[in-house]
């Protein structure tokens, strides 16, 4: 009589793709994620257009029989002014650019130490990003001193911006490196992902291939020998 075979289907998918991810080399997820991130760098780098910056200093400045304080303070506060809606209004003629547009393309800081403002420009072109810079510097000067009388202040164009002769954008090598280091970081992680499987898991496949390469059993083997079996001489 025959014995009845245990029924043996085919692998899932799942469990055959599980096998080829996990016969390729351990560092595969590094080595992809530092290639996607060096193309993506590099695309970046080649099709992104350069941006200049340009900087103007304004100098606030106190009147006959003002304190320094006063001008630091006041320094602070048109610093704030710098990018408002009035300034960039008197700055767009000598700009060439829209009021609307100067506000993306400029900055203003100040210094704890001293009352200065810096107005920085930026553009496609050099010259441009000077032209920027300068024409907002000169627009918040006009508007400070408007209300010197009230301030006690005056605001001078201390230091006119230079044109670039290099772009301040990230260059193609930089870019190229930024991306090359972020894809291994995020290879690396998928790595550390992969390495580490949940407990009851497959384990990308370890647990299945060695419930693969059990045989069959064979239910004989584990029968439970009759009383005559285990002992002959009781059956005498």
């Known amino acids: 009589m025959s014995m009845p075979m245990n029924d043996v289907r085919d692998p899932q998918p799942r469990r055959r793709g599980a096998s ?3 016969a390729l080399p351990r560092w ?12 993506a760098g590099l695309g970046y780098g080649l099709t ?31 610093g704030r002014i710098a990018t408002g809606s009035a300034v960039l209004a008197g700055a767009q003629t000598a700009a060439g650019t829209p009021a609307a547009d100067l506000r993306g393309r400029v900055a203003a800081a100040t210094s704890p130490d001293a009352p ?10 050099g010259a441009k990003a000077a032209r920027i810079a300068d024409a907002v510097a000169r627009s918040l000067t006009t508007t400070g001193n408007g209300t010197s009388a009230t ?14 002769t290099s772009p301040s954008s990230p260059s193609v090598t930089l870019s190229a490196a930024v991306g090359a280091s972020a894809g291994g970081l995020l290879g690396a992680l998928a790595l550390l992902a992969r390495r580490a499987p949940q407990d009851g898991q497959d384990g990308y496949g370890d647990t299945l291939d060695a419930v693969d390469g059990l045989e069959p059993r064979d ?5 439970v020998p009759s009383p005559s079996q285990e002992h002959p ?3 005498v």
């Open 48 to 78: 992104a257009t350069p941006q200049y910056t340009a900087t103007s200093y304004v100098l606030v400045v106190p009147q006959p029989g003002g304190d320094s304080q006063s001008a630091l303070g006041f320094a602070q506060a048109y």
């Open 233 to 235: 001489r009781a059956a």
């Open 219 to 223: 239910d004989r083997d584990h029968a």
């Open 151 to 164: 301030t006690g202040v005056r605001l001078l164009l201390f230091s006119p911006a230079t044109t670039p």
């Open 116 to 125: 200065m403002i810096s107005v920085t420009g930026t553009s496609d072109s």
């Open 28 to 39: 595969t997820p590094v080595a992809l994620g530092v290639g996607l991130g060096l193309a």
């Open 20 to 22: 080829r991810w996990r």
